[in-house]
């Protein structure tokens, strides 16, 4: 049995190679060597096992060649140790529901930068990105700016690897049209800081597997009708959880605010809850969470979408629920505040439901848990309404509001952006 690692740094390049009795003498003469240190400059030393030209390429190609030939195929260990940091830039194409089940709106690629810096800090350089590739600009002038503006551990990588949430920019520094991000910020003045908003998204979302099907249903037919399945337990019962935990672990271990997770009405369907936060921070976390889902869902085999309504017929959509609040609202005597925030958004519905999600239509019938699209309606405990007023808040008179109508595709910084002009400025 063979093992060997390779540990880069600035300095150097060292091959180690442990021979056990299952390589033959002839093996051994090929790696005479137990160790070789070959080396290298910092520059060539950061582009090892990338691209770019070594100064002892042969000599490091033949090495890591014998032991290759020295370890069987699926019984050896061969790992390369990268010291610098990998700051993963994760940004939005504004194309959510627009390309299909099987795509989703998040891109990001992998800087490595020599000097670590720290998880949680905006001071990681600015970088572009071919806008022509994603939709986001024109061959003749394609180049779109990456602007860090958060920042968190790499669960996934792990060690001192990070991921940089980044907003687009146009050239000239000016949000791109995709930038949703940016408006909500200009909305952030003195009288709605006041206000202390705080949001709660629960994030609807549907496992597929690699042929296109629902996650764990049955291959060329249905499982049983919806009933068993939400908050359920059991192999009868729920699909995907491996991925699910391992969703929410990567959350906690990145710093996100994620309060919790559980089985949708629909079986192969999930949700996980961020909040609560401020209008940005939520926004920022759901997007994170997001990014981290698709990327493990990599690793699982399993495809996740936010589609509005992945299955017709008598099954549930797929939706993003907000709760909102304000300062107004969490003091005694705050239902009065609710109501009237309901009063306003009861008179911009159309404008709310147009910015909610693609395809929500086919999500707002009127049937399973939603309110008609084209029709506002409020109540307690009523699942069937478009804002929900939570019993507890009701008994306690102060509290939240539920927003039920925003579909699982939606753009969380839309939601809170909307939910904040309607209720504090108009």
């Not at 042969?58 to 290759?68: D, Q």
């Not at 086919?362 to 109540?379: P, Q, W, Y």
């Not at 309404?385 to 102060?398: E, F, H, N, T």
Request: with cysteine; proline share 5%; net charge neutral.
């Amino acid at each position: 049995m063979a093992t060997a690692s390779i540990s880069a740094s600035k300095a150097a390049v060292t091959v180690q190679l442990s021979l056990g009795n299952s390589v033959g003498k002839t093996e051994q003469r090929r790696c005479s060597s137990s160790l070789k240190t070959l080396p290298l400059s910092a520059g060539q030393a950061s582009e090892f096992g990338a691209s770019g030209s070594l100064c002892s390429k042969n000599e490091l190609a033949s090495t890591i060649s014998a032991v290759r030939s020295a370890i069987p195929r699926q019984g050896g260990a061969f790992k390369i140790m990268a010291l610098a940091q990998k700051a993963e830039y994760i940004w939005m194409d504004g194309q959510e529901g627009q390309k299909g089940i099987r795509f989703n709106e998040m891109r990001s690629k992998t800087k490595v930068i020599q000097e670590p810096i720290k998880a949680g800090s905006l001071d990681f350089p600015k970088w572009s990105f071919d806008g022509s590739s994603t939709g986001q600009a024109e061959g003749r002038f394609s180049d779109c700016i990456l602007n860090p503006v958060f920042s968190c551990l790499d669960p996934i990588r792990g060690d001192n690897h990070v991921l940089v949430l980044c907003e687009v920019l146009n050239p000239d520094s000016t949000p791109h049209e995709t930038n949703t991000r940016r408006k909500i910020e200009e909305l952030l003045t003195p009288d709605v800081l006041a206000e202390e908003t705080l949001f709660g998204f629960e994030q609807e979302y549907t496992m597929f597997n690699k042929a296109g099907k629902v996650y764990g249903w049955p291959e060329g037919g249905f499982p049983h009708p919806q009933g068993p399945f939400y908050c359920g337990v059991g192999l009868e019962a729920v699909y995907g959880r491996p991925l699910v935990e391992a969703h929410m672990d990567a959350c906690i271990k990145a710093g996100l605010k994620i309060s919790g997770i559980n089985a949708e009405v629909m079986p192969g369907q999930w949700e996980f809850q961020i909040g609560p936060a401020g209008p940005l921070e939520v926004g920022d976390h759901v997007m994170i969470a997001r990014w981290l889902l698709h990327r493990l869902g990599e690793d699982f085999g399993i495809t996740c979408t936010f589609e509005p309504k992945p299955m017709e017929g008598d099954w549930n959509g797929a939706g993003a629920h907000t709760n909102y609040s304000t300062k107004s609202m969490r003091v005694d005597g705050g239902i009065k505040a609710i109501h009237a925030a309901i009063e306003k958004l009861s008179k911009k519905h159309v404008e709310h439901i147009s910015s909610y999600g693609l395809g929500n239509e086919r999500r707002l019938t009127g049937k399973h848990e939603t309110a008609n699209i084209n029709t506002f309606k409020s109540g307690v405990a009523d699942r069937g309404a478009s804002i929900r007023i939570p019993l507890g808040v009701s008994l306690d008179g102060k509290g939240y509001l539920e927003d039920r109508r925003p579909a699982a595709n939606v753009d969380p910084y839309v939601v809170a952006r909307m939910l904040i002009q309607t209720t504090l400025k108009n």
